[in-house]
């Protein structure tokens, strides 16, 4: 006799548009290639999709974990994902393994098929850096506004931080949150909402910026934080453009009001206890982060912390980089600081890891330092030469690559936030 067919239903994994701030870490991170996106949402492939988690733990909003149990036949195919505004409800009828005819018997026994809670949760070796913040990172406060329940912020300050003799628009902006809850940490990013709709009538998602000010505000005291901005005036490919929230922000008025949502971010954070070193090395607008941090160890110097700052900064020439007046002000026994410069007239290309290769003997001393933690922020692009030129100073001073990188990963002393 023939029984029912077996039912089988996977746990699909998808991504709430609505919590995700399309910031490409998922895609970048997915061992397999089963993440995409197009103008509007980021989307998983439920037939490439094999639940291994190695995207979950970088996430900085947790949209990317979430699950729906689907009948296999019935997966939500890429582009229904593209539409979607918000994710579909649970299905209750396939909430638990189908129940069948003979599904408590023998035959027929529906197959729950790959279980991402099954999967290994944590990390994984695919990952460059770590998931983990530094054991002495303050507790971080995330996502208290969402695309559903944001808030909104006034600009108090809004400068140009770049030459006017340059082409690169970089701006300095200043958000005040008056009287609402904003608390932050030095490490983490918030997320922009611009006002406007797509071509194709769709609210802008919101675009994500690190916060350059340390936890106690842009001004000690204030509940305020401030932002490093360039003005895109051009795509990937180099064709003129206008970045819609970046334009919108550089444009903004002291008085202005913006709509916001965060904090975002629980690893990228720095370690508290005062004999921490930081290694920071970092390109252009990837200096905001970095900037938070020095901040926050200068305004916390007075009070005994003993760790060294060792900085390694790149821009395409002086004028382009920001905040560098400020830098330069800082005491030299209090950060040791590295600029490289890669389009100075009459002088050969130099990147952040030229600069850090010829610097080798301090940056080894401070990889042999369990007390150093390592950030790296900026262009896609440096990740590859600065963890290449990490390899290259380590081997030659005895330190074997494999482990020490495997160490700092898994000890949150290794953080990367490229785009
Ligand atoms: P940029 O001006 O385009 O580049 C800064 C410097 O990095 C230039 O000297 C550039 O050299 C150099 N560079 C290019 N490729 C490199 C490589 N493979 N290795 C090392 N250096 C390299 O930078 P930007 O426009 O300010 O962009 C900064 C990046 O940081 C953006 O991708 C942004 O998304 C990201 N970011 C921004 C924030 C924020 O809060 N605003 C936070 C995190 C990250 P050449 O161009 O001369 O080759």
Redesign the pocket.
């Known amino acids: 006799m023939n029984g029912p067919l077996p039912v089988e239903i996977i746990r699909q994994h998808l991504i709430d548009p609505e919590i995700c701030i399309r910031c490409n870490t998922c895609e970048e991170t997915c061992p397999v290639d089963a993440i995409t996106h197009d103008g509007t949402n980021y989307v998983v492939k439920a037939d490439v999709c094999n639940a291994c988690m190695a995207c979950v733990p970088p996430c900085p909003t947790g949209a990317i974990d979430n699950w729906r149990n689907v009948l296999k036949t019935e997966t939500y195919t890429i582009d229904e994902q593209y539409t979607w505004d918000e994710l579909p409800a649970h299905n209750a009828s396939v909430g638990a393994p189908v129940e069948t005819e003979e599904s408590s018997g023998v035959a027929g026994e529906a197959q729950a098929a790959p279980n991402a809670a099954d999967a290994p949760v944590g990390g994984s070796d695919m990952l460059r850096g770590s998931t983990v913040p530094p054991w002495s990172a303050a507790r971080p406060y995330v996502q208290l506004y969402t695309h559903k329940a944001p808030t909104t912020a006034t600009v108090v300050g809004n400068y140009r931080l770049t030459d006017d003799a340059t082409e690169?628009d970089?701006h300095h902006i200043v958000l005040d949150f008056g009287t609402m809850p904003f608390p932050v940490l030095e490490g983490q990013?918030i997320g922009i909402l611009p006002p406007g709709a797509t071509l194709e009538g769709r609210t802008h998602h919101a675009r994500?910026?690190?916060i350059?000010s340390p936890r106690d505000g842009e001004r000690p005291g204030y509940n305020n934080v401030s932002?490093?901005?360039?003005r895109v005036t051009r795509d990937h490919s180099g064709n003129a453009t206008d970045g819609v929230c970046s334009n919108y922000l550089c444009d903004l008025k002291k008085g202005d009001v913006v709509t916001v949502i965060g904090p975002f971010g629980n690893t990228f954070l720095m370690p508290n206890h005062p004999n921490s070193h930081l290694l920071m090395i970092?390109?252009?607008?990837?200096s905001?982060?970095m900037r938070a941090m020095t901040e926050y160890r200068r305004r916390r110097r007075l009070k005994g912390a003993t760790g060294k700052l060792m900085l390694f900064f790149?821009?395409?020439t002086q004028q382009?980089l920001?905040y560098f007046g400020p830098l330069m002000n800082l005491p030299k026994d209090f950060i040791d600081t590295n600029l490289?410069?890669?389009?100075t007239p009459g002088q050969p290309?130099r990147?952040?890891?030229d600069v850090m290769r010829e610097r080798a003997v301090d940056v080894a001393q401070l990889l042999k330092d369990g007390n150093t933690h390592v950030y790296v922020?900026?262009?896609?692009?440096?990740e590859?030469?600065?963890l290449q030129a990490l390899q290259e100073i380590a081997e030659k001073h005895g330190m074997g690559w494999e482990a020490l990188w495997d160490r700092l990963k898994r000890e949150g002393r290794l953080h990367l936030?490229?785009?």
């Open positions: 690169s970089i990013s994500q910026y690190s350059a932002l490093t901005v360039k970092c390109t252009g607008t990837g905001a982060p790149g821009a395409r382009e920001p490289a410069f890669s389009r290309r990147y952040v890891q922020c900026g262009l896609k692009g440096m590859d030469g600065v936030e490229t785009y």
